[in-house]
């Protein structure tokens, strides 16, 4: 049973640039999460989302991100025009219909901003 | 407001145990977490503690839990240069939003 899968897991970017992250939650789950960690801090919660819902984006910048869970294929969090504080680990979680209880980490996306 | 504290770092001795504290101060939390990230990997839940316990052990791991003082521990019994990670401590209202503490970067000596 594969785990939350995350794609790339490294990526590099110029000032500018659209970055595109890429979530693949544990089957049989229906709940995506995504959180970013900058350096030296912990988590932070950004958006929770269920199949072609948003539910709760209170935790994204208003301007240049965007998340969508299509009904097929995986999550995607979109960064418009990176700058260099948008370099950070972005990490999905997923959880089942069960609850948000146990929610079930990626292995989190490096995103570079140069 | 809500946050989550942990010290920064935390150097053990192989065989001996460590204990990795947490305080929190948001009152409704009614799940607290644990999670190891190991160098390049993503978080691995290690086990969380429902509000109304005090205590909860599995195999090497012991959670205390002190509602009064919202303080959280993890012990690690007979801690092994395996168990070199950072952890985090979480909570959750029992919602969705987890706040994450800054994780404890634990190190363990040969």
């Known amino acids: 049973n594969a785990g939350v899968m995350q794609n790339p897991r490294h990526l590099v970017r110029r000032r500018g640039q659209e970055a595109r992250l890429r979530c693949s939650p544990m089957?049989?789950?229906?709940?995506v999460y995504w959180y970013r960690q900058l350096p030296e801090e912990g988590l932070k919660f950004m958006v929770y989302?269920?199949?072609?819902?948003?539910?709760?984006e209170s935790g994204m910048p208003k301007e240049r991100f965007s998340a969508e869970f299509p009904k097929e294929g995986p999550s995607i969090l979109r960064i418009q025009q990176v700058v260099r504080g948008d370099s950070a680990a972005y990490f999905c979680a997923s959880s089942s219909d069960r609850g948000p209880y146990e929610q079930y980490f990626g292995p989190g996306t490096r995103l570079t901003v140069t | 407001g809500e946050d989550v504290e942990q010290s920064l770092f935390l150097s053990v001795r192989e065989g001996d145990s460590s204990v990795i504290n947490c305080t929190y101060t948001?009152?409704?939390?009614?799940?607290l977490y644990w999670y190891k990230q190991e160098p390049g990997a993503g978080l691995q839940l290690l086990t969380y503690?429902?509000?109304?316990?005090d205590m909860k052990q599995d195999q090497r791991l012991t959670v205390l839990l002190n509602k009064k003082d919202k303080h959280l521990s993890l012990r690690i019994a007979d801690t092994q240069t395996g168990d070199s990670a950072i952890y985090f401590c979480?909570?959750?209202?029992?919602?969705?939003?987890?706040?994450f503490g800054t994780g404890t970067r634990l190190k363990v000596l040969a």
């Open positions: 979480a909570e959750s209202p029992g919602t969705y939003k987890y706040i």
């Open positions: 948001d009152s409704s939390s009614t799940y």
């Open positions: 989302l269920q199949k072609e819902n948003i539910i709760d």
């Open positions: 089957k049989g789950h229906s709940h």
């Open positions: 503690i429902f509000s109304n316990m």
